[in-house]
């Protein structure tokens, strides 16, 4: 039998008996023609070899070919085995090839072990990850980005990339793409928009990669999708603050610094019913920049989470009486209560809820004003009321969204944040209560909350007990 490119050729009768053995890999695993021809696989192999290739000799002798990877000394073999006929049909022997493939089934394995970590990564991905064709169809998507987009797995892969990207950003995704294609760049990263299955709209972040050939084609795209949307409400809430900040504290810091002025260069020709006059001016400009700035770091604080109620028993009135006493107040607001007030709160919480609302009804309402106190089986009731316009039907659904203020307030003479009611709220919610917005009959506004009461006699029981 003449030499072959293969490791090894052989024959072997049907009682496993190698008849004819040659080839050019026998002399580096330690065999030769010598140590074969003559011999049955089980006499020359080990149990390892043998366990793995028996069964493949019997399916050839039987009359079927076959194909295996057999281990032998630290390597790895490819056995192919096929049937030998006599001119009856009969099968006599079989004849075998084998192959070196210990390097190739290493890289095999390396690749396969590198695909599953690939597709691990993939599909386990905290973020949304993409695999997109040429054309923008989703071939394969994972678990992250279906959540964002609010579709199952399998309805992804029926949709293009394009159908959820949102009508304005296509062009510029288009032109990223062609740009991508064009070998102008190897990857990209933009900021997009993408309208979801109920059609609300995200902002994520785009960054894709093109896949190519061995030939340098074009395959497909990889693509990460994160959701960015709140950091670019964050930002967006950043910028709409120092706006506001940067606008709203001029005029409360110009009441202050003029009337100041004023009452430095004519203290002594002032009458002392015009000195007080202009302090309580100033006094209350400086009032109204302290409670915006108040406002402004307790909605920084509440947007990183970094607000934890601290509460105790509070004498609810006692605060609104605080708060009242505390204020330049040029009118009068009458303070009514009845039964115990006492309510489980954060106190400086209170003193900023109780101060946002009746500095909002002093803004925009008008006299008579009042505060009620009530107490409930299980809630203390605190109301604000007033006897001006009132908020419009139409602004009333965005009572409590941040930066908002209806046309009346944007007209009046007192300018505010429209961050007042929702901070008050949102520091309700943290205390456990809420608060909510009533047209009053004979005209104005009254904002009432709640707040849980707590029960005086065990306050007493605790204070007295030791720590």
Known sequence: MSSSDLDAIFTVDQHLRYLSVNGSGLAAVGLSRATLEGKTLLEVFPTETTNVALPSFREALAGRSSTIDVPFAGRVFSQHLTPIRDPSGKVVAAMGAVEDVTRARAASRLRSESEERFRHAFFHAPIGMALVELDGRLRHANAALAKLMQYSENELHELLLQELTHPDDLDANRDHMDRLLGGEMDSLTLEQRYVTRPGSTVWAQLSATLVRGPDGAPRHFIAQ?????????????????????????????????GFAEILLDSWESLREDERRKFLLKTLAAAHSAQSLLENTLTMSALDGTGLTPSQASVRVSDVVDEVLQGLALSSSIALRTSGDSTALVDRVHLVQIVTNLVTNALKYGAEPFVVEIRTETDSVIVEVADAGLGVPPEFQPHLFDRFTRSETSRSSRERGSGLGLHIARRLLLLNGGDIRYTPRPGGGAAFSFNLTRAEPQLLQDRRKSPD
Not at 232 to 256: K, T, Y
């Open 225 to 257: 999708i994160q959701d960015i949307t709140g950091r670019r409400d964050n930002e967006a809430s950043v910028r709409e603050m120092v706006a506001m900040l940067s606008h709203d504290l001029r005029a409360p810091i110009s009441v202050v610094t």
